[in-house]
């Protein structure tokens, strides 16, 4: 069965810096898309950012482009979002996702699995 893992949330003041990981198991996804969707209370779930290994695009939310930055290391079937400049509006529980149907865009929601979420706070 697949999993995945989120890690690296935590507190951290407006301005601040935050590594997320995304550990993969159960399958190998060096030839598929993977992606970063985030939650705040009472919200919907949003994309955040996405990768692809074939055909090498980034896809950013525009609310993070330019402070967030998605990468993947193929060895360990490990995905990273390093965000740079948080903002308050950045708090929420971050999720891993993979496996994307041919059909959907990456960055849609529409991916089969999906890790547990970590959480990310930014307040002073």
């Known amino acids: 069965q697949v999993h995945l893992v989120e890690s690296g949330g935590g507190l951290v003041q407006p301005g601040g810096s935050l590594r997320l990981s995304c550990a993969a198991s159960?399958?190998?996804?060096?030839?598929?898309?993977m992606a970063w969707f985030r939650q705040a209370p009472g919200e919907e779930r949003e994309f955040v950012s996405a990768?692809?290994?074939?055909?090498?695009?980034?896809y950013y939310a525009d609310s993070v482009k330019g402070r967030f930055t998605i990468s993947r290391d193929i060895d360990k079937n490990t995905l990273y979002l390093q965000m740079n400049n948080l903002k308050p509006d950045d708090t929420a529980v971050y999720y891993c996702?993979?496996?994307?149907?041919?059909?959907?865009?990456?960055?849609?929601?529409?991916?089969?699995?999906w890790g547990q979420g970590t959480q990310v706070t930014v307040s002073s």
């Open positions: 159960g399958r190998t996804f060096n030839n598929d898309a």
């Open positions: 990768v692809t290994q074939i055909t090498e695009l980034k």
């Open positions: 996702a993979a496996g994307l149907p041919h059909s959907i865009r990456p960055t849609e929601p529409g991916y089969n699995y």
